[in-house]
């Protein structure tokens, strides 16, 4: 049963252009979303989050949409750099606990 | 160092062997997660302690895996008699409140390998 879905296992996208990765849940109990971004050999590091009550957050080249409705996020990277391939998890939390989607791995080609 | 630490980095272990996952939390961080993931799967819960509380276990796959934290600091994930399917990156997390609303930081991970 998987509650978190990350249905695009990668993503190619130049240099300079948008990135948009997407996410959909099926709990609609669910009070916050996360973002995390995942290089090799190292722990995921937290990227940005949103409240169930917002539909937009942004921070810099990213941006996070929440469309309740359609249980569906997004995180959008404007623009894209190279440094920006990792692995992206998209994550749901109800309480404490956090269900994280497989991740997205996102390739920014110079 | 200032972030959360796991020991070892990698680790290879036969078939019906115990193995013990050590996980060093941020220092003043009540709450300490343990997750892991299989290959080419997401993120999966384990277990979580919140301060002196009893901890969830709920997500624990069977009673081969059990973790302590003691002190409330340093946890240990311990996998008895290990099988192949046990082979993954098993990954710590800490946070300061009770909640993964907040940001947590992760460790960079123990990957498991059962031959």
């Known amino acids: 049963d998987q509650q978190v879905k990350q249905n695009s296992p990668s993503l190619s996208v130049q240099e300079g252009r948008i990135s948009i990765l997407n996410c959909d849940y099926t709990n609609s109990m669910f009070d916050y979303f996360l973002w995390y971004k995942k290089y090799p050999a190292e722990g995921p590091t937290f990227l940005i989050s949103i409240s169930s009550i917002k539909d937009k957050n942004e921070d810099g080249r990213f941006t996070v949409f929440l469309n309740k409705s359609a249980k569906h996020l997004s995180l959008h990277i404007v623009p894209s750099q190279p440094g920006d391939s990792a692995v992206y998890f998209c994550?749901?939390?109800?309480?404490?606990?956090?269900?994280f989607g497989a991740g997205t791995r996102l390739f920014v080609k110079a | 160092g200032a972030g959360v630490s796991q020991s070892p980095s990698n680790k290879v272990t036969e078939k019906g062997k115990d193995v013990e996952l050590r996980c060093d939390p941020i220092s003043g961080h009540t709450a300490l997660y343990w997750y892991r993931q299989s290959l080419g799967q997401g993120l999966e819960f384990l277990i979580y302690f919140q301060g002196n509380s009893a901890p969830d276990k709920s997500g624990l796959p069977s009673d081969r895996f059990s973790a302590e934290r003691t002190g409330g600091s340093v946890s240990t994930l311990t996998i008895q008699r290990t099988q192949q399917e046990d082979s993954a990156v098993y990954l710590c997390?800490?946070?300061?409140?009770?909640?993964?609303?907040?940001?947590?930081?992760f460790g960079q991970g123990t990957r498991l390998t059962v031959v």
């Open positions: 997390a800490s946070s300061r409140q009770g909640s993964m609303n907040t940001e947590a930081f």
């Open positions: 994550a749901a939390s109800g309480g404490f606990k956090t269900i």
